[in-house]
């Protein structure tokens, strides 16, 4: 009867009973009762995402940092060295190297790179005796790698089909080696190219793509993407055009070779149309393409092979995957001003949020003290939702943002702090704008750290005074200034120079800034970039769709104070924070999905992501393996 029910309920609530032993008898289970948005999320398609399996992750925060069957046993950052990410320039004198240098011929680094991308294709797709592998050999050495993965498959027992899009005599000798050794082995290829000369063992296809390509993708498991690899100079047009149309309309596996075709191996940008890859090999190194946006997005599941080079051969190279700094542990008899103190220069009559966000951020990112200089009036507004933080009220102007008198105010507050962030919503009005040159540069000759933010950086772009002073400070590694500019705000602190081309030179604008201002510079996106002065480069691989929300970045610039407050270097410090503020909107996005997150969430979910950043075993695997991507084969 009813006691069957509610005694056992009663014996939970006492602890005297498990509560999924209580709850059985009214036919409920702790299990079904636990399931999450996140696990619902798990199971709906990302936009734009083509034929991926969807996998649910059901581990909530407590299994998370217990430990599950989904982890590794061991993880740490430091476990293997960050991958090196080349230019196109860089990897074509890496080629040249390894043979200068080590005598390793150019013929054997190709048939190092076929014959890796053979075998991770015949795990990753399941190749076996039998299975149907179509080859898209276009000119150049990515086609001859296309060659050597034929053989290797037909060698293995697959019926493979080559469709040559080259005039075979323009071939390097290595390629042209493979591409006879292909026609000797008896492997059919159809060629597309018409005006190469007729080939024994090559049919000429008469009726072009629309007649040859849709039939032979029917028949096929898996098509190879051999077709132009990074040495793309050009936007993609006439036959490579439209066979790359109807290779993205198929539904069956595509594997690229090196990178997508039509993806530009410097940049990432899209030359005309692009392949969309299931999965990617690299050779070498990944390169700038591979690893920026769009063209990540393009290459699926990604992995790169050394193709023989020796563990130092890349030592020159000076862009690589971000890797956090490794923290040490927290003092257990420290006290807030153990763990680092800033102040917050931020805020103005309708910009709320931005002060409140990063001030709240350095405190849940694990800094110790938050002080916040904002116009008085707006202070109330303020204290209601983040009340941890410590406010110091500014004089202001009539508009409400802060006044050229509050400069005094601020500097004396200042003095003993770790670190001071100044521009998150403070408004572009002129009197807050001089007021922000004149915090700037005497905190500048201080050496204070200062992490310029926002409408900060619109005061300082373009000052040639300020710049000269900054470049008048150069000592590599100790730099004490960290701007975080979006691509806009990037476009202004380099005199105006488009968007457009900063996205065709992403890499090279982030460190013509980072000279430029003698500064650490954060370029804010998908993937977001890190520079210093030397010439150091840092991708981040954290983050998602989600966190491009109004706020996020002023949860980031709280981060990074936090390491810096910490005592971290700047360049690492800026490294880490980015790297945890992704993570924090990877945890949002586990709980809530991308779509409905906001800089709230992110905020949030800092501090579990601390926990990940101090304990990697509790990430779980598809994060773990993002993260430290790519994976070497």
């Avoid at 591409?179 to 018409?194: M, R």
């Avoid at 040490?328 to 917050?344: C, E, L, T, V």
């Avoid at 150091?536 to 769709?545: A, F, L, Q, Y």
């Avoid at 880490?576 to 949030?604: K, N, P, Y």
């Amino acid at each position: 009867g009813r006691s069957s029910i509610v005694a056992p309920f009663f014996l939970a609530l006492l602890g005297i009973l498990p509560l999924a032993t209580a709850l059985e008898p009214m036919g409920l289970r702790t299990s079904n009762m636990a399931k999450s948005c996140a696990n619902l999320n798990a199971q709906v398609r990302r936009f734009g995402e083509k034929k991926h399996k969807t996998t649910t992750h059901t581990h909530t925060f407590a299994q998370r940092i217990r430990g599950g069957t989904t982890f590794s046993s061991i993880r740490k950052w430091d476990s293997t060295p960050p991958a090196k990410v080349a230019t196109v320039k860089q990897m074509q004198d890496l080629d040249v190297g390894a043979t200068n240098a080590y005598g390793i011929p150019s013929i054997l680094l190709m048939e190092s790179a076929g014959l890796a991308s053979f075998r991770y294709m015949k795990n990753r797709f399941n190749i076996t005796y039998g299975s149907k592998v179509l080859v898209f050999a276009g000119p150049g050495n990515n086609g001859g790698d296309g060659f050597v993965v034929a053989r290797h498959a037909y060698a293995a027992g697959a019926d493979v089909k080559v469709v040559l899009m080259a005039d075979p005599q323009s071939y390097k000798p290595d390629a042209r080696t493979n591409y006879e050794t292909t026609i000797k082995l008896g492997i059919p290829i159809f060629s597309l190219n018409k005006k190469a000369p007729k080939q024994e063992g090559v049919s000429q296809v008469e009726g072009g793509v629309s007649e040859l390509v849709p039939p032979l993708l029917s028949w096929a498991d898996v098509a190879v993407d051999a077709i132009f690899g990074v040495g793309l100079a050009r936007d993609v047009g006439g036959t490579f055009r439209e066979v790359i149309e109807v290779l993205n309309q198929w539904e069956g596996n595509v594997f690229a070779l090196d990178i997508p075709s039509g993806i530009s191996g410097d940049n990432g940008q899209i030359m005309g149309v692009a392949v969309r890859a299931d999965s990617t090999i690299t050779y070498g190194l990944p390169k700038i393409g591979n690893m920026v946006y769009p063209g990540h997005a393009y290459g699926g599941k990604l992995v790169t092979t050394r193709i023989s080079f020796p563990p130092n051969h890349d030592e020159k190279v000076k862009i690589a995957m971000s890797r956090p700094f490794l923290l040490g542990a927290r003092d257990p008899n420290g006290h807030k001003g153990s763990f680092g103190q800033a102040i917050f220069v931020a805020g103005a009559k309708g910009y709320y949020g931005a002060p409140r966000l990063s001030s709240l951020s350095f405190l849940k990112a694990g800094g110790g003290y938050s002080r916040l200089a904002a116009p008085a009036s707006i202070i109330p507004f303020l204290a209601v939702n983040a009340q941890s933080v410590v406010y110091l009220p500014m004089p202001e102007t009539k508009s409400g943002s802060l006044a050229i008198n509050s400069q005094e105010h601020i500097l004396k507050a200042a003095a003993t702090q770790n670190v001071c962030v100044i521009g998150p919503g403070l408004s572009l009005d002129s009197e807050t704008q001089r007021m922000v040159l004149g915090v700037i540069t005497d905190l500048d000759a201080r050496g204070v750290p200062v992490v310029i933010d926002g409408d900060a950086i619109t005061a300082i772009a373009g000052n040639k005074d300020l710049i000269g002073s900054f470049g008048a400070k150069k000592s590599a590694g100790t730099h004490t200034r960290i701007l975080t500019p979006h691509l806009g705000e990037l476009s202004r602190l380099l005199a105006g120079k488009s968007v457009g081309e900063i996205k065709a030179n992403l890499v090279a604008s982030a460190r013509e800034a980072a000279q430029m201002y003698n500064a650490v510079v954060v370029v804010k996106g998908a993937h977001t970039l890190i520079a210093n002065p030397e010439g150091d480069v840092r991708i981040n691989p954290t983050g998602n769709s989600g966190m491009g929300t109004a706020g996020s970045g002023d949860v980031l610039t709280g981060c990074i104070a936090a390491m810096v407050a910490k005592g971290i270097p700047a360049f690492e410090a800026a490294v880490t924070g980015v790297f945890v503020h992704g993570m924090a909107g990877d945890v949002a996005a586990e709980r809530l999905g991308e779509d409905g997150m906001i800089a709230d969430d992110i905020l949030e979910a800092v501090p579990e992501a601390m926990v990940r950043l101090r304990s990697p075993d509790t990430l779980p695997d598809y994060l773990w393996e993002r993260f430290m991507q790519p994976e070497v084969v």
